[in-house]
């Protein structure tokens, strides 16, 4: 019934843009912090950004501030992470996850590839 499902992946050139959506269900979205995550082959998981669950605060990885923004729309149920200036070192599949002390839930991630 839970459901967390990423799109707007895709492959973009170094310096171009692309926004990531992540669609929640069976869940209530607006109690859950939410997160994005990325991981690329052999490397570890790492935190992208969050964002509290009424958007009030937001947190960025030093490798993404200035670039990256997350934002959220409790009526739509629905988080997203604009990406500007992507390079390279960009490039992973990006992870929706929704965060409460008890309970977490992850989507199943879209592939973002920064290449020329």
């Known amino acids: 019934q839970v459901q967390l499902v990423e799109s707007g992946g895709g492959l973009v050139q170094p310096g171009g843009s692309l926004r990531l959506s992540c669609a929640a269900s069976?869940?209530?979205?607006?109690?859950?912090?939410m997160n994005w995550y990325r991981q690329a082959p052999g490397k570890e998981r790492e935190l992208v950004a969050y964002i509290a669950n009424t958007g009030g605060n937001t947190n960025y990885a030093d490798s993404v501030k200035g670039r990256f923004t997350i934002s959220r729309d409790n009526a739509k149920n629905t988080v997203y992470l604009q990406m500007n200036s992507l390079k390279p070192e960009d490039t992973a599949v990006y992870y929706c996850?929704?965060?409460?002390?008890?309970?977490?839930?992850w989507g199943q991630g879209t592939q973002v590839t920064v290449s020329s």
């Open positions: 996850n929704a965060q409460r002390p008890v309970r977490n839930y």
């Open positions: 069976g869940f209530t979205f607006s109690s859950y912090a």
